[in-house]
């Protein structure tokens, strides 16, 4: 039977420490087998993303930008979003679970394309699975700080990564370091909506008019998009600000960490020597989701060439 992992929640404002029991899965690998299989990992072998939907193809395309000789490999887990309104316990499980799968795959690395799951499993995860590239999504409140003229950023995330222990201790750490104020706003509903495939719908405006203007009045110069759904809507945030801005042409600088991460995949990558410099190969891109997610198909269109025909399988976990 494998322990239980103790990771630090935050509840009520304090920090306690839970016992949170790995899941029992199909399929599953060691601790053992996973460090046999991963000393002869190849620099042919696929990189696995995952995202509670379709937030995830956000970062998937910088990585492919970046990496244009690598394969890829996505899980859109539908059947449980939006991620934002589950416990770390199920977090931790779903992560696991979507890992798990990756590996019957033989990935060399694991992307976590979520922020809300990283807060919640990226230590689990870490810790079983040792030999494995495994990066997660971070607030980009450090560049945030760096770039703000006011020292005054705004964070638009999920409620469960703003309340998370990783967010807490991150931005009071940058706060007394680069005497950066960070006002966290809970997007409530926002990534529903935008899992329904309509960007220009009003619901979605009306939920941006709501959470977008009041960090501006507080003297906010730059926002984080602190979710990977956010960059999808980063044109209507550009428009509610023009909006509310009126004729003043302060410049409001916004934050998407896909590209980081991007870059610190094929910086692990050269370092382990499992960097993909073949451009002779076809490169391999392949999508499931665990769910009914009609915009999924769409979506994928933003982060594929005309010439690639991919579409979502249906995978049941």
Excluded at 17 to 37: R, V
Excluded at 269 to 291: I, M, R
Aim: overall charge neutral; proline content about 6%; hydrophobic content about 40%.
């Amino acid at each position: 039977m494998v322990p239980p992992f103790t990771i630090p929640v935050r509840k009520n404002g304090k920090q306690k420490l839970e016992l949170f029991p790995l899941p029992n899965t199909q399929n599953k690998l060691s601790t053992s087998s996973l460090k046999a299989e991963h000393k002869h990992a190849d620099s042919n072998a696929p990189v696995g993303v995952f995202d509670s939907g379709i937030g995830g193809l956000s970062v998937l395309k910088h990585l492919r930008e970046h990496l244009p000789h690598e394969d890829f490999l996505y899980v859109a887990d539908t059947a449980f979003a939006p991620y934002g309104e589950r416990s770390n316990e199920e977090l931790i499980e779903r992560s696991m679970k979507i890992t798990e799968f990756f590996l019957q795959h033989k990935i060399k690395a694991l992307v976590i394309a979520c922020n809300t799951a990283t807060a919640a499993a990226v230590a689990v995860l870490r810790t079983r699975y040792p030999n494995l590239i495994i990066i997660g999504m971070e607030p980009g409140i450090k560049p945030a700080a760096a770039r703000s003229a006011s020292k005054i950023v705004g964070v638009l995330a999920t409620r469960s990564t703003l309340q998370s222990e990783k967010f807490h201790r991150l931005s009071q750490q940058l706060s007394q370091e680069t005497q950066t104020q960070f006002i966290p706003q809970a997007c409530v509903g926002l990534v529903n909506q935008i899992e329904r495939g309509d960007l220009q719908a009003p619901a979605i405006f009306d939920l941006l008019r709501q959470y977008v203007p009041p960090l501006l009045d507080q003297g906010v110069d730059t926002l984080v998009l602190g979710c990977t759904h956010y960059p999808f809507v980063e044109q209507q945030i550009r428009e509610v600000i023009r909006e509310h801005q009126a004729n003043q042409t302060k410049p409001i600088h916004i934050i998407d960490t896909g590209a980081a991460v991007a870059r610190r995949l094929a910086d692990l990558l050269e370092k382990q020597g499992l960097l993909n410099t073949d451009a002779q190969s076809s490169k391999v891109f392949q999508a499931w989701t665990t769910g009914d997610s009609p915009t999924l198909q769409m979506a994928i269109g933003f982060i594929s060439s005309a010439q690639e025909q991919i579409s979502a399988q249906t995978l049941h976990l």
